[in-house]
Protein backbone atom coordinates (compact mmCIF):
# COMPACT_ATOMS: atom_id res chain seq x y z
CA UNK A 1 0.00 0.00 0.00
CA UNK A 2 1.33 3.34 -0.89
CA UNK A 3 1.49 5.51 1.92
CA UNK A 4 2.36 8.69 -0.02
CA UNK A 5 1.00 9.60 -3.54
CA UNK A 6 3.09 11.79 -5.68
CA UNK A 7 2.27 13.95 -9.03
CA UNK A 8 3.13 14.36 -11.65
CA UNK A 9 5.55 11.99 -12.96
CA UNK A 10 7.17 13.96 -15.17
CA UNK A 11 7.05 17.87 -15.66
CA UNK A 12 8.50 20.31 -17.95
CA UNK A 13 8.73 23.79 -17.06
CA UNK A 14 9.99 26.79 -18.89
CA UNK A 15 12.69 28.59 -17.57
CA UNK A 16 11.62 31.30 -15.19
CA UNK A 17 8.21 29.64 -15.06
CA UNK A 18 6.81 27.93 -11.52
CA UNK A 19 7.52 24.31 -11.07
CA UNK A 20 4.65 22.70 -8.63
CA UNK A 21 4.96 18.90 -7.61
CA UNK A 22 2.56 17.36 -4.97
CA UNK A 23 2.12 14.93 -2.83
CA UNK A 24 -1.02 13.41 -0.67
CA UNK A 25 -1.00 10.94 2.13
CA UNK A 26 -3.03 8.98 3.81
CA UNK A 27 -1.57 8.31 7.42
CA UNK A 28 -2.60 10.83 9.33
CA UNK A 29 -0.22 10.10 11.70
CA UNK A 30 2.47 11.46 10.00
CA UNK A 31 4.15 14.77 11.11
CA UNK A 32 7.21 15.42 9.20
CA UNK A 33 7.67 15.82 5.77
CA UNK A 34 11.05 16.54 3.72
CA UNK A 35 11.57 16.79 0.14
CA UNK A 36 14.62 15.15 -1.21
CA UNK A 37 16.34 15.79 -5.00
CA UNK A 38 18.33 14.07 -7.18
CA UNK A 39 20.52 14.91 -9.88
CA UNK A 40 21.75 12.35 -12.93
CA UNK A 41 24.11 10.19 -11.21
CA UNK A 42 23.44 10.87 -7.74
CA UNK A 43 21.51 10.02 -4.87
CA UNK A 44 18.69 11.95 -3.22
CA UNK A 45 19.60 15.05 -0.78
CA UNK A 46 17.15 16.49 1.34
CA UNK A 47 16.23 19.88 0.25
CA UNK A 48 13.95 21.43 2.84
CA UNK A 49 11.36 19.83 4.84
CA UNK A 50 8.22 21.21 6.98
CA UNK A 51 6.53 19.98 9.96
CA UNK A 52 2.14 20.19 10.14
CA UNK A 53 2.71 22.87 12.77
CA UNK A 54 3.13 25.67 9.72
CA UNK A 55 1.28 25.98 6.73
CA UNK A 56 4.08 26.83 4.53
CA UNK A 57 8.12 27.17 4.52
CA UNK A 58 10.58 28.82 2.45
CA UNK A 59 13.83 28.56 1.84
CA UNK A 60 15.18 30.54 -0.87
CA UNK A 61 13.36 29.73 -4.55
CA UNK A 62 11.90 26.53 -2.78
CA UNK A 63 8.65 26.62 -1.08
CA UNK A 64 6.47 23.71 0.32
CA UNK A 65 2.96 24.13 1.11
CA UNK A 66 1.30 22.21 3.38
CA UNK A 67 -2.80 21.60 3.74
CA UNK A 68 -3.33 19.31 6.69
CA UNK A 69 -7.14 18.79 6.22
CA UNK A 70 -6.69 17.93 3.25
CA UNK A 71 -4.19 15.65 3.68
CA UNK A 72 -1.38 17.10 0.77
CA UNK A 73 1.73 18.87 0.49
CA UNK A 74 3.33 20.34 -2.41
CA UNK A 75 6.74 21.82 -3.27
CA UNK A 76 7.00 25.20 -5.24
CA UNK A 77 10.26 26.10 -7.55
CA UNK A 78 9.36 29.87 -8.19
CA UNK A 79 11.52 31.27 -11.06
CA UNK A 80 12.63 28.18 -12.28
CA UNK A 81 16.03 27.57 -13.67
CA UNK A 82 17.57 24.49 -15.87
CA UNK A 83 19.66 23.85 -12.47
CA UNK A 84 17.01 22.68 -10.74
CA UNK A 85 16.38 19.74 -13.74
CA UNK A 86 16.23 16.60 -11.22
CA UNK A 87 13.91 14.15 -9.84
CA UNK A 88 12.19 15.46 -6.80
CA UNK A 89 10.93 13.18 -4.00
CA UNK A 90 8.33 13.99 -1.05
CA UNK A 91 8.78 11.71 1.87
CA UNK A 92 6.45 11.69 5.30
CA UNK A 93 7.21 9.40 9.00
CA UNK A 94 5.33 9.54 11.76
CA UNK A 95 6.26 10.42 15.27
CA UNK A 96 8.30 7.72 16.98
CA UNK A 97 11.55 6.58 17.64
CA UNK A 98 11.06 3.33 15.17
CA UNK A 99 9.40 5.05 12.51
CA UNK A 100 11.18 5.55 8.86
CA UNK A 101 11.11 8.11 6.19
CA UNK A 102 8.69 6.32 3.55
CA UNK A 103 8.85 8.15 -0.32
CA UNK A 104 7.37 9.08 -2.90
CA UNK A 105 7.32 7.88 -6.29
CA UNK A 106 9.14 10.65 -7.83
CA UNK A 107 8.88 13.59 -10.35
CA UNK A 108 11.42 14.01 -12.99
CA UNK A 109 11.37 17.86 -13.41
CA UNK A 110 12.94 19.15 -16.43
CA UNK A 111 13.42 22.87 -17.04
CA UNK A 112 14.19 24.08 -20.70
CA UNK A 113 15.43 27.29 -22.16
CA UNK B 1 29.30 11.51 -1.76
CA UNK B 2 31.22 12.98 1.33
CA UNK B 3 31.33 10.65 4.06
CA UNK B 4 29.47 7.32 2.10
CA UNK B 5 31.11 5.35 -0.54
CA UNK B 6 28.99 2.39 -2.55
CA UNK B 7 31.17 -0.14 -4.56
CA UNK B 8 31.08 -1.24 -7.37
CA UNK B 9 29.35 1.66 -9.26
CA UNK B 10 28.76 -0.50 -11.99
CA UNK B 11 27.89 -4.22 -12.22
CA UNK B 12 26.54 -6.80 -14.87
CA UNK B 13 25.74 -10.40 -13.57
CA UNK B 14 24.56 -13.52 -14.55
CA UNK B 15 21.20 -14.61 -13.73
CA UNK B 16 21.65 -16.98 -10.56
CA UNK B 17 24.66 -15.94 -9.28
CA UNK B 18 25.16 -14.28 -6.13
CA UNK B 19 26.21 -10.66 -5.68
CA UNK B 20 27.08 -8.48 -2.71
CA UNK B 21 26.84 -4.71 -2.81
CA UNK B 22 28.70 -2.81 -0.28
CA UNK B 23 28.53 0.57 1.45
CA UNK B 24 31.15 2.09 3.59
CA UNK B 25 30.31 5.65 5.61
CA UNK B 26 33.00 7.52 7.62
CA UNK B 27 30.55 9.44 9.67
CA UNK B 28 30.00 7.02 12.29
CA UNK B 29 26.18 7.07 12.15
CA UNK B 30 24.11 4.69 13.51
CA UNK B 31 21.59 4.15 11.03
CA UNK B 32 22.32 2.28 7.74
CA UNK B 33 19.72 1.60 4.83
CA UNK B 34 19.33 0.24 1.48
CA UNK B 35 17.00 1.09 -1.20
CA UNK B 36 16.58 0.30 -5.23
CA UNK B 37 15.04 2.88 -7.10
CA UNK B 38 13.18 1.85 -10.49
CA UNK B 39 11.11 3.79 -12.53
CA UNK B 40 7.27 4.38 -11.19
CA UNK B 41 8.44 3.29 -8.25
CA UNK B 42 10.56 5.61 -6.53
CA UNK B 43 12.60 4.68 -3.71
CA UNK B 44 11.98 1.52 -2.04
CA UNK B 45 13.64 0.09 1.12
CA UNK B 46 15.34 -3.35 0.88
CA UNK B 47 16.26 -3.55 4.40
CA UNK B 48 17.94 -1.67 6.89
CA UNK B 49 20.01 -1.33 10.34
CA UNK B 50 19.85 0.18 13.62
CA UNK B 51 23.60 -0.64 14.89
CA UNK B 52 25.92 -3.50 14.44
CA UNK B 53 24.38 -6.84 13.72
CA UNK B 54 21.30 -5.79 13.87
CA UNK B 55 19.39 -5.69 11.00
CA UNK B 56 15.21 -5.24 9.99
CA UNK B 57 13.39 -5.75 7.02
CA UNK B 58 12.00 -3.18 4.39
CA UNK B 59 9.20 -3.32 1.83
CA UNK B 60 10.97 -5.20 -0.78
CA UNK B 61 13.15 -7.70 1.39
CA UNK B 62 12.40 -11.00 -0.62
CA UNK B 63 15.60 -12.20 -2.77
CA UNK B 64 17.73 -10.21 -0.60
CA UNK B 65 19.98 -10.09 3.03
CA UNK B 66 22.09 -7.95 4.81
CA UNK B 67 25.11 -7.93 7.55
CA UNK B 68 26.34 -5.40 9.27
CA UNK B 69 29.81 -6.77 11.46
CA UNK B 70 30.99 -3.40 12.05
CA UNK B 71 29.27 0.14 12.66
CA UNK B 72 30.83 1.58 8.81
CA UNK B 73 29.97 -1.16 6.60
CA UNK B 74 26.77 -2.09 5.50
CA UNK B 75 26.26 -5.20 2.98
CA UNK B 76 23.34 -5.90 0.72
CA UNK B 77 24.04 -9.25 -0.68
CA UNK B 78 21.76 -11.16 -3.28
CA UNK B 79 22.11 -14.86 -2.73
CA UNK B 80 20.97 -16.03 -6.44
CA UNK B 81 20.38 -13.11 -8.69
CA UNK B 82 17.28 -12.38 -10.78
CA UNK B 83 16.41 -10.38 -14.17
CA UNK B 84 13.87 -8.74 -11.48
CA UNK B 85 16.78 -7.57 -9.32
CA UNK B 86 18.02 -4.92 -12.24
CA UNK B 87 17.75 -2.02 -10.55
CA UNK B 88 19.96 0.88 -8.97
CA UNK B 89 20.70 0.49 -5.42
CA UNK B 90 21.51 3.18 -2.89
CA UNK B 91 23.04 2.70 0.76
CA UNK B 92 21.79 5.41 3.00
CA UNK B 93 22.93 6.65 6.62
CA UNK B 94 21.36 8.76 9.37
CA UNK B 95 21.98 9.84 12.81
CA UNK B 96 18.52 9.17 13.56
CA UNK B 97 15.81 6.54 11.88
CA UNK B 98 13.33 9.40 10.71
CA UNK B 99 15.92 11.92 9.01
CA UNK B 100 15.10 14.76 11.55
CA UNK B 101 18.90 15.35 12.01
CA UNK B 102 20.92 17.19 10.11
CA UNK B 103 21.09 16.26 6.17
CA UNK B 104 18.48 13.73 6.76
CA UNK B 105 19.30 10.88 4.73
CA UNK B 106 22.29 11.02 3.50
CA UNK B 107 22.47 8.77 0.67
CA UNK B 108 25.66 7.32 -1.91
CA UNK B 109 25.97 6.98 -5.41
CA UNK B 110 24.66 4.62 -6.10
CA UNK B 111 25.68 1.40 -7.66
CA UNK B 112 23.63 0.00 -11.28
CA UNK B 113 23.28 -3.73 -11.06
CA UNK B 114 21.98 -5.35 -14.03
CA UNK B 115 21.34 -9.18 -13.97
CA UNK B 116 21.42 -11.16 -17.74
Given amino acids: ?113 | DAGITQSPRHKVTETGTPVTLRCHQTENHRYMYWYRQDPGHGLRLIHYSYGVKDTDKGEVSDGYSVSRSKTEDFLLTLESATSSQTSVYFCAISEDRRGLLKDGYTFGSGTRLTVV
Fill in chain 1, 1 to 113: QQQVKQSPQSLIVQKGGISIINCAYENTAFDYFPWYQQFPGKGPALLIAIRPDVSEKKEGRFTISFNKSAKQFSLHIMDSQPGDSATYFCAASPPGTASKLTFGTGTRLQVTL
